[in-house]
C-alpha cells in the first residue's frame, strides 16, 4: 500500500514554519506584503482571492487585494502594477487569472517586476529557472518538489520522470526544476492526447498528471513502485450518495495498490499551492531587505 502524501499536513507545518520567519522579520522591522490584481467578478476568481488573503494573514503577511471593475481599460491595469512596483511596503505581486478577454494577460504578467513576480510567470524568472539560476517558480511546481522533499522522496537522480501537462503553471516549470544538474532527473513532457501515453506512463518512477480528466491515468498505465502526483480537479456524481464529489487525473484506488507514494485528491497538491504562493513572497520580503 502505497505511502499517502498529505497535503494538509504539510501544508500546515510550513506555515507554522512561515509564522515563526514573519515574527523573525517583524522584529526587524519588515513585514512582507503581497497584493493580488483582479478584474472583474469571476466568482471563482474572488473564492481563490479571498482564500488567498485569508491565508497571508494567519501568517503574518499583509495581504491588499486590489479588485478593479470587469471593463477597466489594460493601461489602467498597466498603471496600477507600476505603482505596486514602486512601492516598498509590496513585496510580492500575483494577478488573478484569467482576466477579461479585452487585457492582454501577458503585457499585465510582463509588467510585473521580477523580483515582486512570486507567481513565477515573467519571462526573466521563466528563462532563469531554465538556466538553474534563482528565480521565481509558480506555487504548484514548488509545492510539488516540497512534498517529495519532506516526505523523503526527492532524490530523482537518473529517475524517469514523465509530466502529462505541458502549461505554464505546472509542465514546464516543474521541469525545469527537476532537469537541472543538481536534481538529475530525465524529464519527459507529454501532451493529455499523446498517442500510445502509456507507452511513455508505463516507464516512469515518478507520474504528475494534471489534465482535469478524472481517473484519466489507470492503473495499467503504470509501473510497480511509481510515486504519483496528481494536481487534477474534476466533480463526478456519486452515485452511492446522490452527489458529485472531488476526484482527480489518477485512478486512486487501484494505483495506490501498485504506487511506492501517492498524493490524495482532495488533499495533496492543493492545499500546498497557496502555502507555497505565501512561502515565495517572505522569500521576497527577505531578498529585498537582504536578509538571509
Given at each position: ?238 452515485p452511492s450518495e446522490d452527489k458529485e464529489k472531488l476526484v482527480g487525473d489518477l485512478d486512486f484506488d487501484a494505483i495506490e495498490e501498485k504506487a511506492e507514494a501517492i498524493t490524495p485528491v482532495p488533499g495533496g497538491i492543493g492545499p500546498m499551492t497557496v502555502t507555497m504562493l505565501m512561502h515565495s513572497t ?11
Amino acid at each position: 500500500m502505497a505511502t499517502i502524501l498529505d497535503g494538509r499536513k504539510t501544508s500546515a507545518e510550513i506555515k507554522e514554519e512561515l509564522k515563526r520567519e514573519t515574527e523573525r522579520l517583524a522584529g526587524k522591522g519588515i513585514v512582507p506584503g503581497i497584493t493580488g490584481i483582479l478584474v472583474g467578478e469571476d466568482p471563482g476568481s474572488a473564492s481563490y482571492i479571498r482564500l488567498k488573503e485569508k491565508a497571508a494573514n494567519q501568517l503574518g503577511i499583509h495581504a491588499d487585494m486590489l479588485k478593479l471593475a470587469e471593463n477597466v481599460s489594460e493601461a489602467d491595469v498597466l498603471k496600477e502594477v507600476d505603482r505596486l512596483n514602486r512601492d516598498r511596503n509590496v513585496h510580492g505581486i500575483f494577478v488573478q487569472l484569467p482576466m477579461p478577454g479585452h487585457i492582454d494577460e501577458n503585457r499585465v504578467l510582463n509588467a510585473v517586476a521580477p523580483e515582486k513576480d512570486v507567481d513565477g510567470f515573467h519571462p526573466s524568472n521563466v528563462g532563469r529557472a531554465w538556466l538553474g539560476q534563482s528565480a521565481f517558480l509558480p506555487a504548484t511546481p514548488i509545492g510539488i518538489h516540497e512534498i517529495l522533499v519532506r516526505y523523503g522522496y526527492d532524490n530523482l537522480k537518473g529517475k524517469s520522470v514523465v509530466i502529462v501537462n505541458v502549461d505554464n503553471l505546472v509542465g514546464k516549470p516543474l521541469a525545469s526544476l527537476w532537469a537541472q544538474e543538481a536534481v538529475g532527473a530525465n524529464v519527459t513532457l507529454c501532451h493529455p492526447d499523446t498517442p500510445d501515453l502509456a507507452d511513455y506512463t508505463r516507464g516512469a518512477d515518478v507520474i504528475v498528471v494534471a489534465v482535469d480528466k478524472a481517473r484519466f491515468i489507470t492503473a495499467e498505465m503504470v509501473k510497480d513502485g511509481v510515486i504519483a502526483i496528481d494536481f487534477g480537479a474534476n466533480y463526478i456524481k456519486d452515485p452511492s450518495e446522490d452527489k458529485e464529489k472531488l476526484v482527480g487525473d489518477l485512478d486512486f484506488d487501484a494505483i495506490e495498490e501498485k504506487a511506492e507514494a501517492i498524493t490524495p485528491v482532495p488533499g495533496g497538491i492543493g492545499p500546498m499551492t497557496v502555502t507555497m504562493l505565501m512561502h515565495s513572497t517572505v522569500r521576497a520580503a527577505k531578498m529585498a531587505g537582504g536578509i538571509q
